[in-house]
Every structure is written in structure tokens, then in C-alpha cells.
């Protein structure tokens, strides 16, 4: 009886149901929806970082040509309530920010007016006609300068910049330094990046007077969390806001919020009862939309000279922006609790000073915080290798905890679920070659070639996450529909947006009931179709929502089992499922067809007894704990000493994300992540001018990486499955962006240790590392000094420092270091 | 965005201070100027059509001589908004006497912000170079036409 | 994409496209490929009251020889340009320097015409043409007239063509025997434009003197350049590494280059240098018809 049909679809490489649509553009994203009467709005916004709006002047706009309506913060009054923040540190400063600023903008590009009319254009020339009366204001762009005294403020309720402090501490930090032989120290920049979704943001919203229902499409990650907070802000019933989200071209986590052009576009509509659509451009998505990162890290790392780590501190100044979006305060917090990496750290201490500039609001970029995390401990782990003269493979190794330690216990409160980084990274240098490739390294140094090898063993948070530790619930939905023909239908809460969840739930479903993939269909992103979910970030797709799946699978599946033996005289628990079949597995003569069974269920005449008919299951899955997938990334590349060009000539990623459903969809993800870590180490960069202008505006001057920048990716993979839940995934949508921005640093400075570079802030930029290459002939130059000090900032200390403390509040790495150069 | 550089001017330092303070000269100077009118002492309202190839903006604003020490120095401030965004500038000039004639050096300092701002970095810094020395230039050739 | 309003022409003929660009002055602006003019229409950085469309006519966009003489139509593509069979044959300093202007998107929208006439500071084209010493056509409706490489260039976004000029024409002269061309790049990462780009052209004379240099640089100042210094160093000289590096030195002599965020003045300076001799050791490399 055992057929090729009972090979399971989970595990295979099937293609993405998704992509013929998306491939041959007949799929439908918000701007593609067309409403009859329906009207278009376009945003006033601030050319100023910091201003006083003294006036603003709509009666030229109101009377051009096709406008319908023209307004104003003040227009608004309080119909809608303040852009929300889901995130709450203790004492942290408010920061209301209304969807359209009043007296005060604080950032380029925030909001003051809104114009409808008839068509885009319409709306945009009047646009123009909209006299606002700006007193500048000096803004504060950089975030230590904020935190000075004497900076101007941002909000004047309060007498300084600083949103919150937050401290976390576990194990006796003091005492591992003390008892340290050697102490690493680096200031490390983590710049801030935009995270340029392929589609920009849109909205429509169609309010209908005689129903009094809302219908908002939002190209969104969380249709259900953003309708709960529109129906709060407008004041409209719940039950009577639907929030569809149509195909999303992107979010990263920049979707993963609640806009103030969501609720606006949703109370014109409302207001002129007409559909009312807004769609952004690239400019207003590069001003407008979160940014990520943003966080100046002074880290310090605690050793015995045998490379044993005893303690880590850190101080992080994290740059939120001018106001909070939906999580804008969590994400340095999640750096904290991360910051000992996959690294057994016995004593850990981080400082989180939060600051609030006149910049758009950072939140959550793919990885959110973890990325940051990973940075800091993987360039430490790095130093220390270097100031210890150890491979940088065997202090890592030194550190791991071993596999039957797990579930192993961080000193910041986590519970790392399951790992084996020995035999992840061992399978990563075996593949690599890696003796042969530093053997490389040495015999083209001697010949002036500057090869590096990076190597970064990273862990990452994922499986978002138990309720208990989330701003807004961190369980996920499910129902399960077999419909009257023996179609599957799984309405997920969580919200894919290119993960690929259509065809690896579909997987899940055929393998649970013995069905084909085409069989099942996944339905998301709509409110009034679909039962309350969370949505789609923090890698959480999939172990959680798809364990939602699996449980309404099961229960259906327990269900259409007690039908089939009663109509094939069999036992309920012995009912095998396959080849759309259930069968007796003892007699597998007794057997009915899946499609028979299904129709049993919904005719209801030969019903066993006690049974219900038809066939829906809904599960709402809470996991106890979240997910710790790991890896062992090595990059290799060398740099033109030319011209600072760094080609990446190798990239090998050894991933363990648990048990896989399709190792395609695992590939794309660990190949999209990679490419974004690679961009931002190579060349993004959301760079504001001292007058807080967002000069890297547009695509033409903020680069992302394109295809003939990246390297060939090869992937491997171990398989150390969770317990946290039965499919055993972890979760693998941010692995790539976590691991690969420190796997390549590492890399460059290893190439650039000739040359005594012991740290370079990223972006990588052709001209940094040609200064860095050149520095003795720079300095030769007499008129051309610029260049970044080669020393960088790790240095060795005496046993016993006497204020270790003092060092991290020296600012640049070039101080630091001709500080300890003095100390010698 | 810094700017700075000289010009030599066919007129004695008296002369070019003279000019500098005379408002007809300083509008037919001005690339793209459409109105200068006075605005209190040494401050006038100025409306600027500019244009260079395809990327054109009218914009409003003013212009200001202060710290005047004749005929040595001033320091010239400018402020202009516009559809495209907005334009400020302060800069010191300084006059000195080469023989007969005048060398002008100025050092300033400009910001840009608005749609221009997020646009082309490497055109800005260009555009604004451009502009100046077009000032100078027809400066220089009205004086030249007056003396 | 929401610009200004404007009056949209899609003349038929050159004539038709002439006429039109005489009567509405300066307040009209010409679309070809569309790859200047719509993002800062976009913008409404520009905001044109006319758009006269030749990005349709007929007959303008080829590559053929006349005479000694590459003739290209003003409307040829970029993806034309680089993969012509001819120009490989007889000018593949052109070809090559049309494959590295900025992505797929871009050439095969682009036009050669198109790119001449915006004449931005970091275009590709201008540095070969340069080098080539190509001449552009320009139609009026009383005529044509040539303008040389050296005299089109004026300023930033600014050249010969006056209003009421199309130009409808490159001519770019064959590449003699013995004559190697090199165009040597750096990117700017986000917009492809070129930081510096250096466009060689060497004749190779008995023993490998040189009987002829000439190198276009673009990128690096305002508008693109004949680096004379750098061909004075070269002629009659033997070819060779020590001479190409001694040479390149004086590539960004005379220039104060423009610097952004992307790269400073200084170091844009240095990778003139740098490209140079890498363009030389290249086009030298190309002339004797070994790789370099």
C-alpha cells in the first residue's frame, strides 16, 4: 500500500503557488482597486525638520479645479485620535503625534494638510496651493547632541530629549570585570536604514452611509491589529470596520504599523461619503515610512586570556525619531535581550538611553533590534579574537554552550529553546574549507592581495512569541474550512506578504489529510473572512500561525476519522490518511474515499452518532516559548586597495531554522535576508543633514543592493527541530539580515588587518576602505588627513582596569585609541 | 554645502561697495531675478525665477546686507522659499584693493531643503557653484559697463 | 507619475517636431527616451507647458556607416548602441562605453541623443564621444549644422544646441587600425551614474609608440573633458605601465571635482588617476589585440 503518493509534501522544494500571478502582474495590490465616484487624496507635507506651523492657508487650494475638500490639523479637531503606540517602557515620555501636525512639525515630511479632489492630479496641483506659514525651528538631528545639554527640545512639556532609559542586567557584570585579563572595548555604529519596500504604502477606504460600514484595503503585515486601532481612533464601531489586504509588495516591518493615513483616508471617506483612495510616492515612503536600526553601541567584553568571556556591558543610544510609532520603543529592548549572542556570557549589562531627534520614527526593519544585537556580540567576538591573537573560529567555539545544556538559560531572562552551534559551524567549515581558505589568505597577503574571511555564528529570537511577552498578543489563528467537495480552505490570521505561506500551508494541509497541495487553499488578510490574527513579522509565520493550521488540521482530520471507520467499519484511531484516501492501516480494504467522507459530513444522513456535521475548526495557538534558530554564516572578499571596492567572492550560510516545510521558500528567505544585511553593510544609509534634511531622498541616492553586487549564495543547513511546537519550525524570515551584516564586517576588517584596522562603521563605502588602505599615504599628503584613525578602538588593559567605564564615554574610536596608546 | 571663491572687479573698492548697495544693480545681477523691492534698511523682498536646463522654480524671499564695515565687508544673507523647496544662505564678502581694481572674496554657507534637498546631491552643490559665479559675472560686467 | 499639467505634442515628422519647438520657445521641453526629463517631472522639479514627443519618429534611431564614418541616429537606444554589430567592428570604445551606462531599465530607454543634449556632469556617453572626437548634428527648420565634441560641451546641463535645435544626429569617426579604445568606470552605487569615468583611445605606432592618445573624463567636474595633459604625456612615447601611471597623474589637473555623499572631491581626484591608467593599460592592451 505504501505509494509515492505517501512521500510527504512537507520537506519538498514544491514552486510557489504565488508567483505565476505575481510574475505575470495580474495580481492585485491596493492601486490597482478601482471604486466608482472614488476620490483621491494627496498630503501637504513639512520641508522643515523643526518648525512652528504659524498658519496654514487652504482657501486658494479649496477652489481649484476638482478639489472636493482641503484639510487641516486644525480642521480635524479630535474626530481622530493619535497615531498609536503599542509599546510601553517604564517612565517613558509621551510623544503624541496627531495624523496631521497642528502647531508644530518635527520632522521633514510630516503631515500638515490633506487635499481631495476628483483625480491625483487635481489633488496634487492643489496640493501646491496650500500656503503653510512655517517659523523654523532648530532641529536636533544628531542623537548625542540631543541628549547635551542645552539641545533644543522637541517637545517643550519636557526639559530634555530623552525618551526613556531602560536597563537590564543578569549575573554580577562588576565582578566579571574585575576578575577580566583583558577587556575589548569599541564604539560601533549600527546606521539607520530605510527599508525600501518594492510597493509603497496605499490606502483606500470606502465608508458606506446606509450600511455604516468602512472598508479599509491597506497594503499591510496586521489587518486585524490595524482595524482594532483604526475603529479606536476614528471612533467607529469595530464590527463595522473591515480592513482587506490585498497583495503587499514588501514590508520588512515597515508595514507592521498603524499609519496616520490609514485612519485619515478612512474618516474622509467617512466624512465624504465616497470612496477616498491615498497611494505614497517614493519620496513620501523614504520620509514617511519607519526607518530601522539607528543606534550608537559602546560595547565592552569581559575575557580570560584563554578567551573564556566573563561578562558583556553595553550602552546603547538608540535614535527613535520624533515621535512612536507602533513599536518604536521596543525594538532597542530587544537588542538587549539578545546581546549575548549564541555565547555562554555568565554576567551581561546593557543600557538603553532612548532619544528623540527630528527624524521619522524608527521601528521595526526586518529583524528588528536582533540585527543590532548580533552586530555588537559578533564584531566583539571578533576583537577579542584579534587583541587575543586566537582564530576568531576557536573563541567562538570556546563560547558556545554544548548541545545538552539546552534549554540553556541567558543571564537577560531567555530560555534558548533548542540548539547544537557545534555541529552547525562545524558543517560550515567543512563545507568552506576553511583551513585551506585562511591558508589562502596568507599566500595572497604576501603578494599585496587583501582577501578576508568573515565568520559569524549568530542566534536570533523568532516564533513572535508567547502573549506574556508581547505589546499585543503572541498567539495566531486559524480555521480550517473542508468545503461540501472535499476543498480545503485554511483562513490564516496571520497576514502573508511573500513568505510563501499559500504554498507551504498547503503543504502542511495535504500531508495532514492525505491530500495534494492544489486541494488546499490559503485565504488571508481579510477581517470580516478571516478569524482575529496577529499577522505576519518576527519570523512568526509559520511556527505560529501555521501551528494554528496545524491544530484546526488535526482536529478535522480527528473528526473526518471517527466518519470514515464508521462508514468503512473500522477503529477512528486507525484510519490512515493518503492518496485521498482514509483507510483502515491494520485492514486497508476498509477504505473510503476523502471526497465520500467529506460529503457524509455535510449530507448528514450516515453520520455516526454524536457527531456534528460539517467540517470547520478554528484554533487560536499560544506558544510557551519563542523560537532560537541559529547559524553559522563565513563570508569571503577582497579589497581593492585601489579603490576601496570590495567584491564578495564567497558567501556560505550553514542554517538551522528547526524542521522545514519547503527548503525553497528557506533558501529565498535566507537569500533576500542576506542581500539586505549585505546592503546595509555595503551601502544604505538613510543620511540626514545637519538641518535634519533626508538627503538620501530618493533611489538615486540611496543605494540597495542590485543583483550583479551579490555573490553566489550557497546554502547548507542542520536541523535541530523546537519543542515549542509540534511542526518543530523555528522560524526564518530575518536569519539572512541577522547573520549576514556581521558575517561580511567581519570579513572586511579581517581583509584590512594589514593595515591595522581593527573596526570600520558601516556602510562600507568604497571610500572609507580606500582611506583606511591608504592611510600612511594620506598622511604623507599633508592637506588630505581625513582619513579614519586604522587603530580603531579595541585595546588591551591591564588586569585590573581602574574606571573602565570612562573609556566608553570617549566618543570616536580614534580617541579611544590614541588614549591607549598613551596608557602604554 | 560651503561656498567660496574671489573675483576680480574692474572698479575701486568704493565703487563695487556702491554697487553692491545699489538695489538695480543687485537685481540685474541676481540670475533670475523678477523683483527686488526695499524692505526696511538694507533688507529687500525678492521674488527669483530660476532656471537651469529642465529644472526650473520660482521662488520668494529676501535679501539682506548686514555687518556692513564700508567699504571693506558685509555679510550677505539670503532666504528664499518656493514650490521646490526652500534656500538660505549666509556669506561674508570682503573687498580689496589690487591696483585699480577690486578683489571680492566671499566664503558662505548654504542650506537647501524641500524636493531639491532629496534630489541629485551631486547636481546641488554644482547648481549652487553655477549660480554664484553667475552672479559675479554679471556683476562684474555691469560695473565694467559703468566705468 | 503626477506632474504638472502639461500640453502633450507627438509631432510625425522632424519638421513637424521643429515647428512645434519654434513656436512654443522655451516653454517647451523635448522627450525622447524619457530618462532626464520625466523624473524631475515627477518631481515637478520641471514643469514644461509643452512636451514635444520625438521618441516616436520614424528613422532616427540606427547606426550606420557613411564614409570613414559611424552615422547614429539621435534616437538609438543605449541597448542599440551596445549591441551593435558595426560599432564592434569599427567602434567598440562606443559599444562598450553604452553597455555600462546604468541598468537594463535605463538602456533600453535611454537614448544617445537623448543623454548628448542633457549633458548631465556624469553621463557616460560625453567621455567617449570626447575621446572619439565625435560630432553632433543639429536640425533647424532652415537646416543642419556639426558641432564638435570638444565645442558641444558647454556646462552642467548645458551645450551648443540652441532653442529651436534638435539634434538628430552622432557621428563618430571609424577607430583606425592599430587603435584600441578602453572605458573604465566607477559606479555610483544607487544611480549607476559614473563617479569617474574615463574613456581611452591609443593608436599604436612600431614598437609600440604611441602615435596617438586621447581620453574623455567625465564625472569628475561639472562637464566632461579632454584630459590633455594626460595625451601630451603619451605621445610618441613607448606604451607602457610605468609611462600609463606616470600619465594618469595629471588626469584631474586643472579640475576642481564636485564632491557629494557618495564620494568627495578628493577622492573622486584619485580615482581619475586611477582609471586613467587603467583605461590606458586597457585601450593599449585593446590596440594590439591582447587582453589586458
Avoid at chain 1, 617 to 625: D, G, R, W, Y
Avoid at chain 2, 102 to 128: D, K, N, S
Wanted: charged share 25%; net charge positive.
Amino acid at each position: 500500500m505504501v505509494t509515492a503518493e505517501a512521500t510527504p509534501f512537507v520537506g519538498r522544494a514544491l514552486k510557489r503557488k504565488e508567483d505565476p500571478r505575481l510574475i505575470q502582474g495580474i495580481s492585485h495590490y491596493v492601486d490597482d482597486i478601482s471604486l466608482t465616484g472614488m476620490l483621491h487624496a494627496v498630503f501637504v507635507r513639512s520641508p522643515y525638520a523643526h518648525a512652528r506651523v504659524r498658519s496654514v492657508e487652504t482657501s486658494k487650494a479649496k477652489v481649484a479645479p476638482g478639489v472636493v475638500a482641503v484639510m487641516t490639523g486644525a480642521d480635524l479637531g479630535t474626530s481622530i485620535g493619535m497615531v498609536p503606540c503599542a509599546a510601553q517602557i517604564p517612565d517613558m515620555k509621551a510623544a503624541p503625534r496627531p495624523v496631521l501636525a497642528t502647531d508644530r512639525v518635527r520632522f521633514v515630511g510630516e503631515a500638515v494638510a490633506v487635499v481631495v479632489a476628483e483625480d491625483r492630479y487635481a489633488a496634487r496641483d492643489a496640493a501646491d496651493l496650500v500656503e503653510v506659514d512655517y517659523e523654523p525651528l532648530t532641529p536636533v538631528v544628531d542623537p548625542e547632541k540631543a541628549i547635551a545639554k542645552g539641545a533644543p527640545v522637541l517637545f517643550d512639556q519636557y526639559s530634555d530629549n530623552i525618551a526613556y532609559r531602560w536597563e537590564l542586567e543578569g549575573g554580577d557584570v562588576k565582578k566579571a570585570f574585575e576578575q577580566a585579563d583583558v577587556i575589548v572595548r569599541q564604539r560601533i555604529v549600527n546606521q539607520r536604514v530605510i527599508p525600501v519596500a518594492m510597493e509603497t504604502r496605499g490606502v483606500l477606504a470606502e465608508y458606506k452611509p446606509g450600511e455604516k460600514t468602512l472598508t479599509i484595503w491597506s497594503s499591510t503585515q496586521i489587518p486585524h491589529l490595524l482595524r482594532t486601532q483604526l475603529a479606536a481612533m476614528l471612533g467607529t464601531p469595530e464590527q463595522f470596520v473591515r480592513v482587506i489586504t490585498p497583495e503587499v509588495g514588501g514590508g520588512f516591518g515597515s508595514k507592521l504599523n498603524v499609519y496616520g493615513e490609514e485612519a485619515l483616508v478612512g474618516y474622509l471617506s467617512t466624512r465624504l461619503e465616497r470612496p477616498v483612495k491615498w497611494i505614497e510616492s517614493r519620496r513620501e515612503n523614504f520620509q514617511t515610512a519607519i526607518h530601522g536600526r539607528d543606534q550608537i553601541d559602546d560595547i565592552e567584553l569581559a575575557l580570560e586570556k584563554d578567551g573564556t568571556v566573563l561578562g558583556l556591558r553595553c550602552k546603547v543610544i538608540a535614535d527613535l525619531g520624533a515621535y512612536y510609532q507602533l513599536l518604536t520603543p521596543l525594538i532597542p529592548t530587544l537588542t538587549g535581550l539578545m546581546m549575548c549572542g549564541s555565547y555562554k556570557i555568565p554576567a551581561a549589562r546593557m543600557e538603553v538611553i532612548a532619544v528623540l531627534t527630528n527624524k521619522m520614527s524608527t521601528d521595526a526593519y526586518r529583524g528588528a533590534g536582533r540585527p543590532e544585537a548580533t552586530y555588537l556580540i559578533e564584531r566583539a567576538m571578533d576583537l577579542a579574537a584579534a587583541e587575543l591573537k586566537m582564530d576568531p573560529v576557536e573563541i567562538r567555539r570556546k563560547n558556545f554552550p554544548k548541545a545538552k545544556e539546552f534549554p540553556y538559560a541567558t543571564p537577560t531572562g531567555l530560555i534558548y529553546d533548542s540548539a547544537d552551534y557545534q555541529t552547525c559551524l562545524n558543517l560550515m567549515l567543512k563545507k568552506s574549507a576553511y583551513k585551506k581558505l585562511r591558508e589562502e589568505q596568507a599566500k595572497l597577503r604576501k603578494q599585496g592581495r587583501y582577501m578576508g574571511i568573515g565568520v559569524c555564528t549568530y542566534v536570533e529570537i523568532c516564533a513572535m512569541g508567547p502573549s506574556s511577552a508581547m505589546p499585543a498578543g503572541g498567539w495566531e489563528s486559524a480555521t480550517v474550512r473542508i468545503e461540501p467537495t472535499g476543498k480545503v480552505n485554511i483562513l490564516t490570521g496571520a497576514s502573508p506578504h511573500g513568505q510563501g505561506q499559500e504554498t507551504s500551508f498547503a503543504q502542511i494541509g495535504a500531508d495532514v489529510l492525505g491530500l495534494d497541495p492544489e486541494d488546499v487553499l490559503i485565504t488571508h488578510g481579510d477581517t470580516a473572512v478571516v478569524p482575529y490574527g496577529i499577522g505576519t513579522f518576527g519570523s512568526r509565520g509559520t511556527a505560529v500561525g501555521g501551528t494554528a493550521a496545524y491544530k484546526s488540521l488535526v482536529k478535522l482530520r480527528e473528526k473526518l476519522a471517527q466518519i470514515a471507520a464508521f462508514l468503512a467499519g473500522a477503529e477512528p484511531d486507525d484510519m490512515v490518511f493518503q492518496g485521498k484516501k482514509i483507510f483502515s492501516k491494520s485492514d486497508p480494504k476498509k477504505s473510503v474515499s476523502f471526497q465520500d467522507c467529506v460529503s457524509a459530513a455535510y449530507v448528514a444522513k450516515t453520520l455516526p452518532p454524536g457527531v456534528d456535521p460539517g467540517l470547520d475548526a478554528t484554533t487560536f495557538f499560544e506558544p510557551t516559548n519563542f523560537t532560537f534558530p541559529f547559524g553559522a554564516h563565513l563570508c569571503v572578499v577582497e579589497a581593492d586597495a585601489e579603490t576601496g571596492d570590495v567584491r564578495v567572492k564567497k558567501y556560505l550560510a550553514v542554517d538551522d531554522c528547526g524542521n522545514v516545510i519547503n527548503p525553497l521558500l528557506v533558501d529565498g528567505q535566507i537569500h533576500g535576508g542576506i542581500v539586505q544585511a549585505l546592503g546595509q553593510a555595503m551601502f544604505e544609509e538613510a543620511v540626514y543633514d545637519e538641518q535634519g534634511q533626508l538627503i538620501t531622498g530618493e533611489l538615486t541616492d540611496y543605494a540597495i543592493p542590485r543583483a550583479g553586487d551579490m555573490p553566489w549564495i550557497e546554502t547548507e543547513r542542520t536541523v535541530t527541530p523546537t519543542p515549542v511546537n509540534p511542526l518543530g519550525v523555528k522560524g526564518v524570515g530575518e536569519a539572512g539580515t541577522i547573520g549576514g551584516t556581521p558575517c561580511f564586517a567581519n570579513a572586511v576588517v579581517d581583509a584590512l588587518t594589514p593595515f591595522g584596522v581593527r573596526h570600520i562603521d558601516m556602510p562600507f563605502k568604497r571610500e572609507r576602505i580606500w582611506r583606511l588602505m591608504n592611510h600612511g599615504k594620506m598622511m604623507n599628503d599633508g592637506k588630505r588627513g581625513s582619513a579614519q584613525s586604522p587603530a580603531g578602538g579595541a585595546k588591551r588593559i591591564a588586569s585590573k582596569p581602574s574606571k573602565p567605564t570612562k573609556a566608553a564615554k570617549v566618543k570616536s574610536a580614534a580617541k579611544k585609541s590614541a588614549k591607549s596608546r598613551r596608557a602604554k | 554645502m560651503k561656498l567660496s571663491g574671489t573675483q576680480l572687479l574692474p572698479a575701486s573698492p568704493e565703487e563695487v561697495w556702491k554697487a553692491i548697495n545699489d538695489p538695480k544693480i543687485l537685481a540685474t545681477s541676481l540670475p533670475g531675478c523678477e523683483r527686488l523691492d526695499p524692505d526696511g534698511p538694507d533688507r529687500y523682498k525678492a521674488a527669483v525665477s530660476f532656471g537651469l536646463a529642465a529644472i526650473s522654480g520660482k521662488y520668494a524671499g529676501s535679501l539682506e546686507l548686514a555687518d556692513k564695515k564700508p567699504p571693506h565687508s558685509m555679510v550677505l544673507k539670503i532666504d528664499g522659499r518656493g514650490l521646490p523647496g526652500f534656500v538660505k544662505g549666509e556669506g561674508r564678502v570682503e573687498l580689496h584693493a589690487k591696483g585699480a581694481h577690486t578683489e571680492l572674496r566671499y566664503e558662505g554657507e548654504a542650506q537647501v531643503g524641500g524636493m531639491i534637498a532629496g534630489l541629485g546631491q551631486r547636481m546641488i552643490e554644482a547648481a549652487a557653484r553655477k549660480i554664484v559665479a553667475q552672479f559675479f559675472e554679471k556683476f562684474s560686467s555691469v560695473l565694467s559697463l559703468k566705468s | 507619475m503626477i506632474p504638472a499639467s502639461f500640453d502633450y505634442h507627438a509631432p510625425k515628422s522632424l519638421e513637424e517636431a521643429l515647428r512645434l519647438l519654434e513656436r512654443h520657445g522655451d516653454e517647451a521641453k523635448l522627450l525622447a527616451g524619457g530618462h532626464s526629463l520625466l523624473p524631475l517631472m515627477k518631481l515637478r522639479l520641471a514643469s514644461p507647458r509643452f512636451v514635444i514627443d520625438i521618441g516616436r519618429l520614424r528613422g532616427m534611431s540606427y547606426v550606420k556607416e557613411e564614409s570613414g564614418v559611424i552615422a547614429i541616429g539621435a534616437l538609438t537606444t543605449h541597448a542599440d548602441v551596445a549591441s551593435s554589430e558595426l560599432l564592434s567592428q569599427r567602434c567598440p570604445l562606443l559599444k562598450e562605453t553604452a553597455s555600462e551606462i546604468g541598468d537594463v531599465q535605463v538602456r533600453n530607454r535611454g537614448t544617445i541623443g537623448g543623454s548628448l543634449a542633457h549633458n548631465d556632469p556624469a553621463a557616460d556617453y560625453p567621455a567617449a564621444i570626447l575621446a572619439l572626437d565625435a560630432e553632433i548634428v543639429a536640425a533647424t527648420s532652415s537646416g543642419t549644422r556639426t558641432i564638435p565634441a570638444r565645442e558641444f560641451f558647454v556646462d552642467m546641463l548645458t551645450t551648443q544646441l540652441k532653442h529651436g535645435e534638435i539634434l538628430t544626429q552622432v557621428r563618430v569617426p571609424v577607430m583606425k587600425p592599430r587603435t584600441g579604445g578602453a572605458y573604465e568606470k566607477l559606479f555610483q552605487p544607487a544611480s549607476g551614474f559614473a563617479i569617474v569615468g574615463v574613456a581611452a583611445l591609443l593608436t599604436l605606432g612600431a614598437g609600440g609608440k604611441i602615435e596617438s592618445a586621447a581620453v574623455g573624463i567625465t564625472g569628475l567636474g561639472p562637464k566632461a573633458f579632454r584630459a590633455e595633459g594626460v595625451e601630451k604625456t603619451l605621445k610618441g612615447k613607448k606604451a607602457g605601465d610605468a609611462l600609463f601611471a606616470e600619465a594618469a597623474r595629471h588626469a584631474p589637473r586643472g579640475i576642481e571635482p564636485l564632491g557629494d555623499l557618495h564620494a568627495s572631491s578628493d577622492y573622486r581626484r584619485e580615482m581619475a588617476v586611477v582609471f586613467t591608467r587603467r583605461a590606458l593599460a586597457r585601450a593599449a592592451a585593446n590596440a594590439t589585440g591582447k587582453s589586458a
